[in-house]
C-alpha cells in the first residue's frame, strides 16, 4: 500500500508542473500592466520601466515562473497590487470563508444524496426512484449562478427570509451566539444552492454503483447463503459501492472549492472565487496567480486522498 | 412425494421479460432427484440449465424473471409456495449452491472467514471463537493448506482453485441435504478440475449427499453423474441412467453432443458438430425444437411437441423416432 | 460471414433504437431540442422588431401582447434577443464540441496508434487538464484572450478534449490488437486505413453520447463566463450576456422578464440534452443502467 500511495503521488508532479505553467504563462499574457496603480502617478515614463525592469517585469517568461514557483514553494505569493498586502495576507481570510461553505455543503450533500441514491437503486422503478432521478436531472442540468439568483430573488427579496449578500450584517457587531447565528442566516442560501447541485450528481452515482453492485456474482451468492435480504444489500452490495463512491466524495472536495466562484459572486459571499474574480477585473496578476494555484493544488491534494481513501477501503489495494 | 426422492420439480417453466417480449427460458421441465444420487443435467450454454437450479433455489431477479410450475417439492415442502424468510432458511442451510465463477462469487472486500461465517452465524447460531474455529475445520476438510491464515485472507488474495475450494466449504458449512453445482469446474485449469472433481467426490460419498451437478462438459458427468437430463432449448430431451447415455444414447440431440467431443478412446472416428443454431427463445417453432437440425426429422417432428416417453426402465426420450 | 456480420450490426442498431424511442425522457429532450432548433432558425424571421432596435421612450416594459417578454434597459424586444442568442448559444455548444472532438480524436488516435513517448506525453497532457479547475482556468483565458464569442468557444473545446481523447486511444489499443488488423497486414492494406475504417462505427455510440453531453457543457460555459461579462459581447445577444441583467440589484429584484427567461432556456436546453444523453447511453449500452 506505501508502494501505491507513492506511485500516485509520483504521477501528480508533473502534473503539477504542466498545470503551474499554464496558469502561470495564461495570467501572464492578461492584458494590462498590473503595477500601473502602485506607482506615483508623477514618476517618469522612463522611470517607471527602470522600476519595472529592477522587479524582473520584462525577463523571460521561463525565468519569471522558476523564480514565482520557488517563492511559492517558501510561502511567499507575492503581492497584491490592488490590496496593497501580501497575497498570503489577502487570500487567508477569504479561504477560511470558502473552506466553510465548501465543507458544511460537502456534508450536507453527502448525507442526503448517499441514502436517498442507495433507495432509490434498492427500490429502482419505484415512485421514490423516479421522483429522485428527475430531481438529480434538474439539479445537474441547472447553472449554479441562475438556480442562486433565482433563490436570492424569491427568498432574499421578496420573500425577505435571508440577507441578500456578504457574510454577516453590516454595523450589527454581534459577539459570541449571536454572530454564530447571524453568519449562519447569511449562509443558508448559498449552503442551499451549492448543496443541491453537489448532491444531483453524488445522487446519480450513489444510485448507478448500488445498481450495479446489487447484480454482481458476489450479492447472488451472499442469497444463496440465506443471508436475508437486508443484510444482502446493507452488508454485501452496500460495502461495495461505498468504494466509489467514497473516491467520488473525495475528489468532489477539491473541485467544490473551485466551483462555486460564481456562487459566490451572485451571493457577494467574500470567498476565493468572488476575490479572483475581482482580482481579474483588477488586474491583480499575483493575486488571480495565487488563486488559481491555490485551488489546483485542493484538487491535486483531494485527487491524493481519493486515492489513499480507495486503498484504504479496498482490500484489493491493501494487502497487495 | 415419493418416499426415496429427495426433490420433485413438476411443470417447472421460468420466463425473462426482455424488450423484444417474453422468453421460456425453462419450458415445463418436470423431473425428481433421488436420495444419495447425483444428477448430472447437460445441455449447451442457453439451454435452461442454470436457471432451472436458479430457480429451484428462487435466486432469479424478480425484476426480470419469475418461475412458475405446478411444484417443487422438497422434502416436506414445496419451494414456490414457500415465504421470502421461509426459502432463506432452506438456502444454504438444507439447499447450498455452488457457482461457476470462483472469481466474482466470493464479495472481494470481506475476509474468508467472514464470508463463511455467515452461513454459520444465520443457520447454526455460532458466533465469536466457536465459529472461527467452524470456519477453520471446513477449510481444512475442503484440503485448503494453512486455514488458519487464510481465513484472514482476502478473495483476491487466493488462486481460482483456492477459491472454488473456500465456495465448497461455504456450501458445506451446514451440513446441506442437496447441493446444487453449477459448472463447478468450468472456468478452472484442467489439473485444478480434476482436483476440485476429486474433492467434490470426496465430500458427496463421505456425507451422503444428493448432488444436482450442471455441466456442459460429458467428460465431467461421465465421471460424476448416477443419471443425466439432457435439456435443449428450454425442454428436457433425454432422461437416461450414465452407463446408457453413452452405451446407447436415443436422442438425435443427445447422439449429436456425444459426436461432438473429442475423445481418447474412439480413434479414427471423425468429430462432427451438429449443424444448424439453436432457435431463438422468441421464436420457439411449434413442434420439436431440435427438429431444424435434426437428421431424423420429418413432417410430424415440425408440427406437434412430441411427448417424453420411456422406452426402457428408467431411459425417457423425447423424440417420434428414437 | 460478412453478410450475417452486417446483419447482426443492423440489428443491434435497430434494437438501440427502439429503446431510445421508449425512453419517454429521452424523446421529451430530443422534442424540445428539435423545437429549440427551429426556433432559433426561423424565429427571428417572424418578429416584427429588430434585434439591436432601441426605444428609448419604452424602457423595462414588463411583458404585454406587443412584447411578449418586455423590454429591456435600451427599450429592446427581450422575446426577439432571445431567439437571437438561442443561435450564438447553441452555436457556441456545437463549435466548442466541434473544436473538442477534433482536438481529442487526433491527439486520441495519434497517441493509442504510436504507443510509446508519444502515448506517455499526450497522456500525461491529458491528466494534467483533468485536473484542471475547470471555471478557474476558463475565466483566467477568457480575461487573458478577451471576451468574444469566438474565444468561448475555443477555451470550452480546449479545456474539454481529453474524454474524447481518451476514449479513441481506449478502441486504437484495443483494436490494433485484433486479427482483422493482422489480417489487413496480409492483405496488404494499410493498418492505420484498416484502425480508421474500424474505429469509426466502434467508438460512434460513446462519442455521440459524449459530444451530446459536450453541447451542454458548452451552453453553460458561454452562459457562465458572459454573465461574468466575460464571454460574448454586446450588442450581440446570448443567454449568458442576458442573465449578465441580473447583475444589476434593481434588475434581479424587479425586471425578471430580463433575466429569468434566458436562464430557464439554458437549464432546459441543458435539461433536454442531459436526457437525450442519458437515453442514448442506454439504449446503446444497456449493460450500464438497465
Redo the contacts between chains.
Keep these: 500500500m506505501f508502494q501505491y500511495v507513492v506511485k500516485r503521488l509520483l504521477?501528480l508532479i508533473?502534473?503539477f508542473f504542466?498545470?503551474t505553467i499554464?496558469?502561470f504563462t495564461?495570467?501572464h499574457?492578461?492584458?494590462g500592466d498590473p503595477y500601473s496603480t502602485m506607482m506615483d502617478p508623477g514618476l517618469s515614463a522612463a522611470d517607471k520601466e527602470q522600476m519595472l525592469e529592477a522587479i524582473g517585469y520584462y525577463d523571460p517568461l521561463p525565468v519569471q515562473y522558476v523564480r514565482w514557483l520557488s517563492r511559492a514553494f517558501a510561502g511567499d505569493l507575492g503581492y497584491s497590487t490592488h490590496y496593497l498586502q501580501p497575497v498570503t495576507t489577502v487570500i487567508g481570510e477569504k479561504l477560511g470563508n470558502t473552506l466553510l461553505l465548501s465543507v458544511s455543503v460537502l456534508i450536507l450533500s453527502v448525507l442526503l444524496a448517499v441514502p436517498l441514491g442507495v433507495i432509490s437503486a434498492v427500490r429502482?422503478?419505484s415512485a421514490l426512484d423516479y421522483f429522485a432521478t428527475i430531481l438529480a436531472?434538474?439539479g445537474?442540468?441547472?447553472?449554479s449562478?441562475?438556480l442562486a439568483?433565482?433563490v436570492?430573488?424569491i427568498f432574499a427579496?421578496d420573500l425577505g427570509w435571508f440577507p441578500?449578500s456578504g457574510l454577516r450584517t453590516i454595523g450589527a457587531n454581534y459577539t459570541g451566539l449571536r454572530a454564530l447565528l447571524d453568519l449562519a442566516h447569511h449562509a443558508v442560501l448559498p449552503i442551499l444552492v451549492l448543496t443541491v447541485i453537489q448532491m444531483a450528481s453524488l445522487m446519480r452515482y450513489t444510485r448507478?454503483s448500488m445498481?450495479e453492485a446489487i447484480?454482481?456474482?458476489?450479492t447472488?451468492?451472499?442469497?444463496?447463503?440465506?443471508?436475508?435480504?437486508h443484510?444482502v444489500i446493507y452488508k454485501?452490495a452496500l460495502?461495495?459501492s461505498m468504494?466509489s463512491v467514497t473516491t467520488l466524495i473525495t475528489i468532489s472536495l477539491?473541485?467544490l472549492?473551485?466551483?462555486a466562484?460564481?456562487t459566490e459572486?451572485v451571493f457577494g459571499w467574500p470567498g476565493m472565487g468572488t476575490l479572483?474574480?475581482q482580482a481579474?477585473g483588477n488586474r491583480d496578476y499575483s493575486l488571480?496567480t495565487a488563486?488559481?494555484l491555490l485551488?489546483?493544488v485542493?484538487?491535486?491534494l483531494s485527487?491524493l486522498l481519493a486515492d489513499i481513501l480507495y486503498a484504504v477501503?479496498?482490500?484489493?489495494i491493501r494487502?497487495q | 412425494m415419493q418416499e426415496n426422492n429427495i426433490l420433485e420439480v413438476s411443470g417447472l417453466t421460468t420466463e425473462f421479460h426482455t424488450l423484444s417480449g417474453t422468453v421460456r427460458a425453462v419450458n415445463n421441465v418436470s423431473f425428481s432427484l433421488r436420495k444419495g444420487e447425483t444428477l448430472g443435467i447437460v445441455g449447451e450454454s442457453g439451454c435452461g440449465k442454470s436457471v432451472t437450479a436458479l430457480s429451484i433455489m428462487r435466486l432469479l431477479d424478480r425484476r426480470f424473471g419469475h418461475a412458475y410450475g405446478e411444484y417443487i417439492r422438497f422434502q416436506d415442502q414445496d419451494l414456490l409456495t414457500l415465504s421470502d424468510k421461509q426459502i432463506q432458511n432452506v438456502r444454504g442451510n438444507e439447499i447450498a449452491m455452488i457457482f461457476q465463477e470462483p472469481m466474482t462469487a466470493l464479495n472481494p472486500v470481506f475476509s474468508i472467514g467472514n464470508q463463511i461465517g455467515e452461513a454459520l452465524e444465520k443457520h447454526l447460531g455460532l458466533r465469536g471463537r466457536e465459529k472461527k474455529q467452524r470456519c477453520i475445520e471446513l477449510l481444512r476438510s475442503v484440503n485448503i493448506p494453512r486455514p488458519e491464515k487464510i481465513v484472514t485472507e482476502y478473495p483476491h488474495q487466493l488462486s481460482g482453485g483456492m477459491r472454488q475450494r473456500v465456495m465448497i466449504a461455504m456450501a458445506l458449512s451446514c451440513h446441506p441435504c442437496l447441493l446444487i453445482a453449477d459448472e463447478p469446474t468450468t472456468a478452472l485449469d484442467v489439473t485444478i478440475q480434476a482436483q476440485i472433481l476429486e474433492l467434490l467426490q470426496r465430500i458427496i460419498r463421505e456425507q451422503a449427499m444428493s448432488v444436482m451437478f450442471i455441466t456442459h462438459d460429458l467428460g465431467v458427468i461421465a465421471e460424476m453423474a448416477d443419471r443425466v437430463i439432457v435439456m435443449y432449448a428450454g425442454r428436457i430431451m433425454e432422461v437416461v441412467p450414465v452407463r446408457e447415455l453413452f452405451a446407447a444414447p436415443a436422442h438425435p440431440y443427445t447422439i449429436g453432443l456425444l459426436h461432438s467431443r473429442p475423445s481418447l478412446v474412439a480413434k479414427g472416428h471423425k468429430l462432427t458438430c451438429i449443424p444448424g443454431m439453436v432457435p431463438s427463445l422468441l421464436d420457439m417453432p411449434p413442434g420439436c425444437p431440435f427438429a431444424d437440425r435434426c437428421p431424423r426429422a420429418e413432417a410430424d417432428c415440425r408440427s406437434s411437441l412430441p411427448e417424453l416417453r420411456e422406452i426402457a426402465p428408467g431411459h425417457a426420450v423425447r423424440c417420434f423416432h428414437a | 460471414m460478412a453478410e450475417k456480420k452486417a446483419l447482426h450490426e443492423n440489428s443491434m442498431w435497430r434494437i438501440s433504437l427502439i429503446r431510445l424511442r421508449r425512453n419517454k425522457l429521452a424523446m421529451f429532450g430530443l422534442f424540445f431540442l428539435l423545437l429549440l432548433l427551429a426556433a432559433a432558425l426561423f424565429g427571428p424571421l417572424f418578429t416584427p422588431f429588430e434585434r439591436d432596435a432601441t426605444n428609448m421612450s419604452n424602457i423595462y416594459q414588463p411583458p404585454s401582447a406587443e412584447h411578449w417578454l418586455g423590454t429591456d434597459e435600451v427599450g429592446r424586444d427581450v422575446f426577439t434577443r432571445l431567439l437571437y442568442g438561442a443561435r450564438v448559444s447553441l452555436a457556441v455548444g456545437f463549435v466548442a464540441t466541434l473544436f473538442s472532438l477534433v482536438i481529442g480524436m487526433t491527439l486520441g488516435s495519434l497517441a493509442g496508434f504510436l504507443g510509446g513517448v508519444v502515448d506517455g506525453v499526450v497522456m500525461r497532457i491529458v491528466d494534467i487538464f483533468m485536473c484542471f479547475p475547470y471555471f478557474v482556468i476558463a475565466i483566467a483565458a477568457a480575461a487573458a484572450f478577451g471576451p468574444s464569442m469566438f474565444n468561448v468557444m475555443l477555451i470550452t473545446g480546449i479545456l474539454t478534449w481529453p474524454q474524447f481523447a481518451r476514449i479513441v486511444r481506449g478502441e486504437v489499443i484495443t483494436l490494433k490488437q485484433r486479427e482483422f488488423i493482422e489480417a489487413s497486414r496480409a492483405t496488404g492494406l494499410g493498418t492505420a486505413y484498416t484502425i480508421f475504417r474500424h474505429i469509426i462505427p466502434n467508438v460512434f455510440g460513446v462519442i455521440a453520447v459524449y459530444a451530446t453531453l459536450g453541447i451542454a457543457n458548452g451552453i453553460l460555459s458561454e452562459a457562465g463566463l458572459s454573465y461574468l461579462g466575460l464571454g460574448v459581447k454586446a450588442p450581440m445577444p446570448s443567454w449568458g450576456n442576458m442573465l449578465a441583467a441580473a447583475q444589476s440589484l434593481r434588475s434581479l429584484r424587479m425586471h425578471w422578464w430580463l433575466w429569468m427567461p434566458p436562464g430557464a432556456l439554458v437549464f432546459l436546453t441543458i435539461l433536454s440534452i442531459n436526457f437525450l444523453g442519458d437515453g442514448l447511453r442506454d439504449a446503446l449500452d444497456p449493460k450500464l443502467k438497465r
Excluded: W
Design positions: 504521477i508533473p502534473v504542466g498545470i499554464i496558469i495564461l495570467i499574457i492578461m492584458p429502482q422503478y436531472f434538474i445537474i442540468s441547472i447553472p449562478f441562475f439568483l433565482g436570492l430573488k427579496f441578500i448507478s445498481l447484480q454482481m456474482d458476489y447472488r451468492t451472499a442469497r444463496a447463503k440465506g443471508l436475508s435480504e443484510t454485501h460495502r461495495n468504494i477539491g473541485n472549492l473551485s466551483g466562484v460564481l459572486t479572483m474574480y481579474i488571480v488563486c488559481a485551488l489546483t485542493f484538487i491535486l485527487n477501503v479496498d482490500p484489493r494487502y
